[in-house]
């Protein structure tokens, strides 16, 4: 972060501790569905920087993974049946690694923004 200029550092210190946070859900083998609340950090981080600094294609289908296998992936909404299934499938262990992924990508970016002088954010 010594490249990174002063306003950015919040930025990607923010990321850093998204990816940790997802590492921890990651390797602890006591995870419960609880746990996943965590995920609040790695999420704001991707939409700070969709809303904010650059509507960049992978954060975007990043979050659109996770609003869909994730958050809209309930019992209410899709049936007990198709629920189980996809928690079957490890659906918040996916998101999980999409939201890690999704936070290395975007603090390297903007740290390779930042040592090249350059400020990748969109007008």
């Not at 990607?12 to 965590?38: D, E, N, R």
């Not at 981080?45 to 990043?62: G, H, I, K, Q």
């Amino acid at each position: 972060l010594k490249d990174v200029a002063p306003e950015l550092q919040s930025f990607c210190a923010l990321g850093q501790g998204g990816a940790i946070l997802c590492a921890m859900l990651l390797l602890s083998p006591m995870t419960s569905k609880q746990h996943f609340c965590v995920l609040f950090a790695p999420l704001s981080l991707c939409l700070v920087d969709v809303l904010y600094r650059r509507r960049d294609p992978v954060v975007c289908s990043a979050l659109v993974f996770v609003f869909l296998f994730g958050a809209m992936a309930g019992k209410d909404l899709l049936g007990e049946a198709l629920h189980r299934q996809l928690a079957g499938y490890g659906s918040l262990t996916w998101c999980t690694l999409v939201c890690f992924a999704t936070c290395g990508y975007v603090v390297r970016r903007v740290s390779k923004s930042a040592a090249k002088g350059g400020c990748d954010r969109q007008e």
